[in-house]
């Protein structure tokens, strides 16, 4: 019976079909499906936090170089941009062919990409290679978000995207400062990390493709509601804004206090640490409350965090800002996710998918141009992200007391119970 299943998974005649048997044909392998799952949203982290601390030692090697102060930022940057202008791809390609093959392809581009700096001698054939592991971190992250949609739904939705960004966040904490001590042996040691994807394809291999084919025939049937969509995408670019002052202008910050750089590893892996916890905590709210008013309570201690740092004269001020603006991020990730799922047709889980990681990496990227501050006063930016996530929090907030609830969208609501 369970074979006969099996083989319908990819011959029956509905979406609703589809999906029924690929959750029911996984249950035998779940835990190490959702293990592949964290792992993978945990190596993603891995495209700018690997490389983050040996950026000084890139640049005092590579001094030379006409620009390369402004060259060797953007090896951390323009992975960021890369994913956001060719996510939307990546998701066409993970409706149409699978969700596996993608994830295969993206962590053979990923290890050829990310370890080129262990042969790789110009500057020039180093941002090549993060052009090529800006289109495998796309493929992953599209990839493994239409996966999980496709896998779970309803509150069990919400409680493992509470888990993969607490993956996420804790795959920074333990980068960023193993980044730095890798770093200590030279520039080229922290690009020996990206070889770690190759660890992952075996288990990526044993993960279920997806369900192509059957779902694509049902995009001229199916329509996402953009109206319901566009929304979280916003929210996620202007979370992205102000969220990512921390590791893009919070360095310049804590040197300005005197901080160390061994100290500073440490406090922005701790700022990640504390996101990872709430996210975990997160899973007791899916489902529970309305998405908009558990977004506008991360947005507002965001908002609360970066208002306490951009007021503080030493570490000891900073650090509760962080704990504050790090229980917010915690929040605020999974949530968007979660929401998004629930208004995403399933013919159309990974172009809706791969838009959401446009949205996030266009926010990395614009942040520091958006929320800048003048060398001499660091704290400026933090004043700025602080107003921006208090007015988003308290727009969320009043949306949820005087609007409908934000409902589901009636065609996925219908796979569902079908």
Same mark, same amino acid.
């Given at each position: 019976?369970? @074979?006969?299943?099996?083989?319908?998974?990819? @011959?029956?005649?509905?979406?609703?079909?589809?999906?029924?048997? %690929?959750?029911?044909?996984?249950?035998?392998?779940?835990?190490?499906?959702?293990?592949?799952?964290?792992?993978?949203?945990?190596?993603?982290?891995?495209?700018?936090?690997?490389?983050?601390?040996?950026?000084?030692?890139?640049?005092?090697?590579?001094?030379?170089?006409? @620009?390369?102060?402004?060259?060797?930022?953007?090896?951390?940057? %323009?992975?960021?941009?890369?994913?956001?202008?060719?996510?939307?791809?990546?998701?066409?390609?993970?409706?149409?062919?699978?969700?596996?093959?993608?994830?295969?392809?993206?962590?053979?581009?990923?290890?050829?990409?990310?370890?080129?700096?262990?042969?790789? @001698?110009?500057?020039?054939?180093?941002?090549?290679?993060?052009?090529?592991?800006?289109?495998?971190?796309?493929?992953?992250?599209?990839?493994?978000?239409?996966?999980?949609?496709?896998?779970?739904?309803?509150?069990?939705?919400?409680?493992?995207?509470?888990?993969?960004?607490?993956?996420?966040?804790? =795959?920074?904490?333990?980068?960023?400062?193993?980044?730095?001590?890798?770093?200590?042996?030279?520039?080229?040691?922290?690009?020996?990390?990206?070889?770690?994807?190759?660890?992952?394809?075996?288990?990526?291999?044993?993960?279920?493709?997806?369900?192509?084919?059957?779902?694509?025939?049902?995009?001229?049937?199916?329509?996402?509601?953009?109206?319901?969509?566009?929304?979280?995408?916003?929210?996620?670019?202007?979370?992205?804004?102000?969220?990512?002052?921390?590791?893009?202008?919070?360095?310049?910050?804590?040197?300005?206090?005197?901080?160390?750089?061994?100290?500073?590893?440490?406090?922005?892996?701790?700022?990640?640490?504390?996101?990872?916890?709430?996210?975990?905590?997160?899973?007791?709210?899916?489902?529970?409350?309305?998405?908009?008013?558990?977004?506008?309570?991360?947005?507002?201690?965001?908002?609360?965090?970066?208002?306490?740092?951009?007021?503080?004269?030493?570490?000891?001020?900073?650090?509760?800002?962080?704990?504050?603006?790090?229980?917010?991020?915690?929040?605020?990730?999974?949530?968007?996710?979660?929401?998004?799922?629930?208004?995403?047709?399933?013919?159309?889980?990974?172009?809706?998918?791969?838009?959401?990681?446009?949205?996030?990496?266009?926010?990395?990227?614009?942040?520091?141009?958006?929320?800048?501050?003048?060398?001499?006063?660091?704290?400026? =930016?933090?004043?700025?992200?602080?107003?921006?996530?208090?007015?988003?929090?308290?727009?969320?907030?009043?949306?949820?007391?005087?609007?409908?609830?934000?409902?589901?969208?009636?065609?996925?609501?219908?796979?569902?119970?079908?």
């Amino acid at each position: 019976m369970k @074979n006969s299943r099996r083989s319908g998974m990819w @011959n029956g005649h509905t979406r609703a079909q589809a999906a029924d048997t %690929l959750r029911t044909t996984t249950l035998d392998s779940e835990p190490l499906i959702q293990l592949t799952l964290l792992l993978l949203s945990a190596l993603t982290v891995m495209a700018a936090a690997a490389i983050a601390p040996a950026l000084p030692a890139l640049e005092a090697h590579f001094a030379g170089v006409p @620009n390369a102060h402004l060259l060797v930022k953007l090896l951390v940057t %323009l992975v960021g941009l890369v994913i956001a202008l060719t996510a939307p791809i990546a998701g066409i390609l993970a409706d149409r062919f699978g969700r596996r093959p993608v994830l295969i392809v993206a962590l053979l581009l990923f290890t050829l990409g990310g370890a080129s700096g262990l042969i790789f @001698n110009s500057l020039g054939a180093l941002l090549a290679g993060r052009i090529v592991l800006g289109l495998a971190v796309a493929g992953t992250m599209t990839a493994t978000g239409a996966l999980i949609n496709d896998l779970f739904s309803g509150p069990a939705r919400g409680q493992f995207l509470s888990r993969q960004a607490a993956a996420t966040n804790f =795959g920074g904490a333990v980068l960023l400062p193993l980044g730095g001590v890798l770093a200590g042996f030279g520039w080229r040691v922290p690009f020996g990390l990206y070889l770690l994807a190759l660890l992952l394809l075996p288990l990526v291999w044993r993960l279920p493709p997806g369900v192509p084919g059957v779902a694509a025939n049902e995009t001229r049937k199916v329509r996402p509601r953009w109206g319901r969509v566009g929304p979280v995408y916003a929210l996620a670019l202007l979370y992205m804004l102000t969220f990512y002052l921390m590791p893009t202008q919070g360095p310049f910050l804590l040197a300005f206090l005197h901080v160390s750089p061994g100290t500073t590893g440490l406090i922005l892996g701790g700022f990640t640490l504390v996101a990872a916890l709430t996210s975990l905590l997160y899973a007791r709210l899916a489902g529970r409350f309305d998405a908009r008013r558990v977004a506008a309570l991360g947005f507002l201690s965001l908002g609360g965090g970066w208002l306490i740092v951009s007021r503080s004269d030493s570490l000891g001020g900073v650090l509760p800002g962080l704990l504050v603006g790090g229980l917010g991020a915690g929040l605020v990730f999974p949530n968007l996710y979660a929401w998004l799922a629930d208004v995403t047709p399933a013919a159309w889980r990974g172009r809706i998918t791969a838009g959401m990681s446009s949205a996030v990496f266009l926010g990395q990227f614009l942040s520091p141009l958006v929320l800048t501050s003048p060398p001499a006063r660091p704290a400026v =930016g933090f004043v700025w992200g602080a107003a921006l996530a208090g007015v988003v929090g308290l727009g969320l907030l009043a949306s949820s007391v005087f609007g409908r609830r934000a409902p589901a969208d009636r065609t996925n609501a219908r796979e569902r119970v079908t």
